[in-house]
Protein backbone atom coordinates (compact mmCIF):
# COMPACT_ATOMS: atom_id res chain seq x y z
CA UNK A 1 0.00 0.00 0.00
CA UNK A 2 1.42 3.55 -0.62
CA UNK A 3 1.53 5.75 2.10
CA UNK A 4 -0.70 9.26 1.80
CA UNK A 5 1.83 11.58 2.71
CA UNK A 6 0.05 14.83 3.89
CA UNK A 7 1.17 18.09 5.45
CA UNK A 8 -0.31 17.94 9.26
CA UNK A 9 -2.16 21.09 8.19
CA UNK A 10 -4.50 19.08 5.54
CA UNK A 11 -5.23 16.56 8.53
CA UNK A 12 -4.66 18.64 12.31
CA UNK A 13 -7.14 16.34 13.58
CA UNK A 14 -4.27 14.17 13.62
CA UNK A 15 -1.98 15.64 15.82
CA UNK A 16 -2.64 14.25 19.15
CA UNK A 17 -1.80 10.47 17.17
CA UNK A 18 1.57 12.40 15.80
CA UNK A 19 2.47 13.30 19.28
CA UNK A 20 2.27 9.78 20.29
CA UNK A 21 4.06 8.56 17.82
CA UNK A 22 7.13 11.16 18.50
CA UNK A 23 6.86 10.40 22.16
CA UNK A 24 6.93 6.65 21.58
CA UNK A 25 9.93 7.38 19.79
CA UNK A 26 11.61 9.86 21.53
CA UNK A 27 10.63 9.01 25.60
CA UNK A 28 13.72 10.45 26.59
CA UNK A 29 12.55 13.99 25.05
CA UNK A 30 8.79 13.80 24.65
CA UNK A 31 8.20 11.19 27.51
CA UNK A 32 6.84 11.67 30.88
CA UNK A 33 10.22 12.61 31.76
CA UNK A 34 11.35 14.27 28.75
CA UNK A 35 11.83 18.07 28.88
CA UNK A 36 10.19 18.27 25.20
CA UNK A 37 6.27 19.20 24.56
CA UNK A 38 5.28 16.93 21.30
CA UNK A 39 1.83 18.63 21.47
CA UNK A 40 3.15 22.19 21.73
CA UNK A 41 5.98 21.29 18.88
CA UNK A 42 2.82 20.11 16.18
CA UNK A 43 0.83 22.69 16.84
CA UNK A 44 3.92 25.49 15.13
CA UNK A 45 4.03 22.72 12.40
CA UNK A 46 0.69 22.92 11.53
CA UNK A 47 1.14 25.04 8.32
CA UNK A 48 0.74 25.48 4.84
CA UNK A 49 3.73 27.28 4.30
CA UNK A 50 6.98 28.76 5.96
CA UNK A 51 8.63 27.31 8.62
CA UNK A 52 8.52 24.49 10.82
CA UNK A 53 6.38 22.60 8.79
CA UNK A 54 5.18 19.01 9.45
CA UNK A 55 4.43 16.09 7.09
CA UNK A 56 2.40 12.90 8.30
CA UNK A 57 2.00 9.29 6.49
CA UNK A 58 -0.97 7.77 6.89
CA UNK A 59 -2.60 4.21 6.56
CA UNK A 60 -6.50 4.58 6.60
CA UNK A 61 -7.01 6.64 9.67
CA UNK A 62 -3.35 5.72 11.56
CA UNK A 63 -0.62 7.93 11.55
CA UNK A 64 2.41 5.59 10.93
CA UNK A 65 5.02 8.34 10.61
CA UNK A 66 5.96 11.99 10.67
CA UNK A 67 8.91 14.69 9.35
CA UNK A 68 9.30 18.04 9.63
CA UNK A 69 10.73 20.77 7.56
CA UNK A 70 12.40 23.42 10.32
CA UNK A 71 14.42 26.44 10.21
CA UNK A 72 16.28 25.20 13.43
CA UNK A 73 17.72 21.76 14.19
CA UNK A 74 20.66 20.50 17.23
CA UNK A 75 24.27 21.16 15.13
CA UNK A 76 23.05 23.50 13.29
CA UNK A 77 25.34 26.60 12.04
CA UNK A 78 24.55 29.97 11.44
CA UNK A 79 24.10 29.97 7.77
CA UNK A 80 22.17 26.21 7.56
CA UNK A 81 18.76 26.47 6.50
CA UNK A 82 16.18 24.63 6.25
CA UNK A 83 16.44 21.17 8.38
CA UNK A 84 15.02 17.78 8.14
CA UNK A 85 14.00 16.93 11.40
CA UNK A 86 11.61 15.04 13.84
CA UNK A 87 11.64 11.86 10.87
CA UNK A 88 9.78 8.88 12.40
CA UNK A 89 8.17 5.84 11.67
CA UNK A 90 6.22 3.43 13.94
CA UNK A 91 7.73 0.45 14.38
CA UNK A 92 6.21 -1.97 12.85
CA UNK A 93 6.11 0.18 9.17
CA UNK A 94 9.84 0.33 9.43
CA UNK A 95 12.01 -1.60 6.40
CA UNK A 96 9.08 -0.41 3.74
CA UNK A 97 10.12 2.75 2.47
CA UNK A 98 8.25 5.10 4.86
CA UNK A 99 11.04 7.25 5.91
CA UNK A 100 12.48 7.48 2.54
CA UNK A 101 8.77 8.84 1.17
CA UNK A 102 8.79 11.04 4.19
CA UNK A 103 12.03 12.18 3.43
CA UNK A 104 11.49 12.29 -0.20
CA UNK A 105 8.01 14.62 1.06
CA UNK A 106 10.47 17.37 2.62
CA UNK A 107 12.84 17.36 0.09
CA UNK A 108 10.28 18.68 -2.10
CA UNK A 109 8.88 20.81 0.46
CA UNK A 110 11.56 22.58 0.41
CA UNK A 111 12.44 22.64 -3.21
CA UNK A 112 8.66 24.66 -3.04
CA UNK A 113 9.80 26.82 -0.77
CA UNK A 114 13.09 28.01 -3.13
CA UNK A 115 15.62 26.44 -1.00
CA UNK A 116 19.00 25.19 -2.88
CA UNK A 117 19.94 22.58 -0.11
CA UNK A 118 18.47 20.91 2.76
CA UNK A 119 20.05 19.87 6.05
CA UNK A 120 19.40 16.84 9.26
CA UNK A 121 21.71 15.59 12.08
CA UNK A 122 21.34 12.26 12.41
CA UNK A 123 21.86 8.81 14.87
CA UNK A 124 20.42 6.75 13.20
CA UNK A 125 19.49 7.05 9.77
CA UNK A 126 22.47 8.04 7.90
CA UNK A 127 22.36 4.64 5.90
CA UNK A 128 18.39 6.03 4.44
CA UNK A 129 20.31 9.50 4.00
CA UNK A 130 23.36 8.19 2.15
CA UNK A 131 21.08 5.88 -0.07
CA UNK A 132 19.03 9.20 -0.70
CA UNK A 133 22.09 11.21 -1.85
CA UNK A 134 22.55 13.06 1.36
CA UNK A 135 26.51 14.03 2.41
CA UNK A 136 28.03 13.71 5.86
CA UNK A 137 29.32 17.58 6.84
CA UNK A 138 30.48 16.77 10.26
CA UNK A 139 30.45 15.05 13.38
CA UNK A 140 28.80 16.70 17.02
CA UNK A 141 28.34 15.25 20.18
CA UNK A 142 25.33 15.94 22.51
CA UNK A 143 25.37 16.51 26.27
CA UNK A 144 25.79 13.00 26.54
CA UNK A 145 28.62 12.77 24.40
CA UNK A 146 27.39 10.20 22.21
CA UNK A 147 28.07 11.40 18.63
CA UNK A 148 25.72 12.60 15.92
CA UNK A 149 26.28 12.63 12.10
CA UNK A 150 25.38 16.45 10.40
CA UNK A 151 24.33 15.91 6.58
CA UNK A 152 23.14 17.92 3.52
CA UNK A 153 21.26 17.40 0.79
CA UNK A 154 21.34 19.56 -2.25
CA UNK A 155 18.03 20.15 -4.28
CA UNK A 156 19.53 21.76 -7.22
Known sequence: MTPDIRLLADVPEFAADTARLLAHTWPQ??????????????????????????????????????????????????????????????PDMRGGGLASALGAAIEGIARDQGFGQVHTTTQSARGLLLRRNWQDLRTVPNQTGAHWTVMRKSLA
Do not use: M, Q
Not at 52 to 76: D, E, M, Q, W, Y
Open 29 to 90: HYGAVGAGDAVSDLVRRIRHSGLPIAVVALHGTRITGTATLSANSFGKLDDEVPWLIGLCVA
